[in-house]
Each structure stands twice: as structure tokens, then as C-alpha cells.
């Protein structure tokens, strides 16, 4: 299993100097599997690049979202196999009573924020709401479930072989907890992390932030690093850069997660900052 970062930022894309070497694209993580099937997760703005990349015949693309916030689908509109009639996409993202997936997202692709309305979409595209069972992709295992963020939202596990990736970028599980003093059956995305060969999870915030933005539905440092050492993920890397951090502030808020992983009794080199562009490509998992 093959996973590269395309967009690693949350909110809002933040271009500029500032932001060159983290990047400043929205959240995207492609993910290639032993066959060659391609599953994208989250459609920010880092999957535009990821598109136009994506040249000649291409297999069904399955586009996985955690939830409908713009910072995670404002790319769709800007992926180039959208607007290939031979092009075969597959959308999943959470359930909601309010209304089908492929309505919620098209009151984005519709007038007046967009030229083009989605049923003038050239490529073959279903809109699928994630089962609440696990079920395969080409050789891989999906597995979603509800995670702990303002409104409907998922975290996802592919497992493939003995290797598994757990992906959820956006996640508040202290919520005003101990994580360290919590039952598991009371963490919310523990079942679905535990044991993972990599862990993708909401940084957003460095600890003296976070009291601002208690609720807000992401993750302040020391609460990511201790759902990760709950779990026992084998690696994690710290995803969801808020716009506001420059690459100067994420070097050392790397620093500072290293130091905090070491405290916790984890392998410093195991801690890794979402970076555009890093490829990553995964061992099996430790037995559990």
C-alpha cells in the first residue's frame, strides 16, 4: 500500500511563502493498493494537482469523503477526471436524514457556486453513503465509522494484507476528557485506529490554542498524541495544519510532538507532519 499527501492543510487553503514546504492545498491523500486501485481521501484542494497527474486510461476512482465541510470537497470541481466521459468515479461520504449524499454535495456543484451543475458531469459518478459494515474495494477492507466532529462525519480504515491505514483528519475525541483516564468503548475512533500501521490524524492545534477552540471539533497536540498511543498505532502523522501555522511554527511543533512521543514511551521517529507531496509507503502491522 502505497498513501501520498496532496493536501494536508485544514480550514481554508493558505497559499503563500509562508506555507511552501507543509503546503497550503486542503485536505487530499491518495492511496494506491498492490493492484494498482486508486482510493482518494477527501476531495480538498490537493486533488486538483492529484488529477491533472492522473493522465491516460484510469480504473474506477473511489473518492472517500469524512464529511461535506468545503475544506474537504471544494477540489471536486477541479478534478480533471470529472470531466472525462470515460471516467469512472465512485463517491462514498456519511449518511444524513437531511438529505442523499449526491444532493448534499450538489448545492456545492450548482449555481450560483459553480458553473456547471452535477448532473452535467461528463464521467460515469455514483454517490454511495458509507456502510455501516465493512466492505472491499479491489483487495482492500473499508471499514467507516462516526468520529467525534461538527456534523455527520467518518474516519476510515483500509487494510490490506497484514497493513492498515486509519485516516481521520478531523476528530475531537477529548471533548473536555482525560483521554489517558477513558475507558476505550468511551474514545471515539478507538476501535477503528487500534493497531493501525499508520495513523492520519487531526493536529490542528498546539495546546495553548486549543482552550480557544474547545468544541470546535479538532484535536489540540497532546490529545492526538495520546489517542495515538491509546491505539497503538504503529506511526502517526499530524494532519489538518491549521492556516494560520507557518512552516517555521509546524518545524517546531514537529519538535515538540517528537519530545511529547518520547514522554509518552513511543519512537520519536515514528511521528511524521502531514507534508504535500510525501509519499509513504507501508509495512504490516505489529502483531495486537
Not at 455514483?126 to 462516526?146: K, L, N, V, Y
Not at 490542528?204 to 468544541?215: K, L
Request: with cysteine; net charge negative.
Amino acid at each position: 500500500m502505497k498513501v501520498k499527501v496532496w493536501g494536508a492543510r485544514g480550514s481554508i487553503p493558505s497559499p503563500g511563502p509562508e506555507t511552501t514546504r507543509y503546503g497550503g492545498n486542503t485536505s487530499c491523500v491518495q492511496v494506491t493498493l498492490s493492484d494498482g486501485t486508486i482510493l482518494v481521501l477527501d476531495a480538498g484542494t490537493g486533488i486538483r494537482t492529484l488529477g491533472l497527474g492522473l493522465a491516460g486510461p484510469i480504473s474506477r476512482i473511489n473518492i472517500l469523503l469524512t464529511h461535506l465541510h468545503m475544506d474537504h470537497i471544494q477540489g471536486l470541481m477541479f478534478f480533471a477526471p470529472a470531466f472525462r466521459p470515460q471516467a469512472d468515479l465512485a463517491i462514498w461520504g456519511p449518511e444524513s436524514p437531511e438529505a442523499s449524499l449526491r444532493d448534499r454535495i450538489a448545492r456545492y456543484i450548482s449555481a450560483p457556486l459553480s458553473p456547471v451543475e452535477i448532473r452535467e458531469l461528463p464521467c460515469h459518478v455514483e454517490f454511495m453513503e458509507a456502510p455501516h459494515t465493512e466492505w472491499d474495494i479491489g483487495p482492500a477492507r473499508i471499514r467507516a465509522a462516526s468520529v467525534t466532529h461538527r456534523g455527520p462525519t467518518l474516519g476510515y480504515r483500509i487494510t490490506e494484507g497484514d497493513t492498515s491505514l486509519c485516516y481521520i483528519p478531523d476528530h475531537e475525541p477529548a471533548l473536555g476528557a482525560q483521554l489517558e483516564e477513558l475507558d476505550p468503548d468511551w474514545i471515539s475512533g478507538y476501535q477503528l485506529a487500534h493497531g493501525a500501521s499508520l495513523l492520519i490524524h487531526d493536529c490542528q492545534y498546539a495546546d495553548g490554542e486549543y482552550p480557544d477552540h474547545v468544541g470546535w471539533g479538532h484535536s489540540r497536540l497532546t490529545d492526538t498524541l495520546t489517542f495515538a498511543r491509546r491505539v497503538d498505532a504503529d506511526r502517526l502523522v499530524l494532519f489538518h495544519h491549521d492556516p494560520m501555522h507557518t512552516d517555521d511554527f509546524l518545524d517546531a511543533f514537529h519538535g515538540a510532538a517528537m519530545s511529547g512521543w518520547d514522554a509518552l514511551g513511543g519512537d520519536s521517529a515514528c511521528v511524521e507532519m502531514g507534508v504535500e507531496r510525501r509519499e509513504i509507503e507501508l509495512a504490516p502491522a505489529r502483531a495486537v
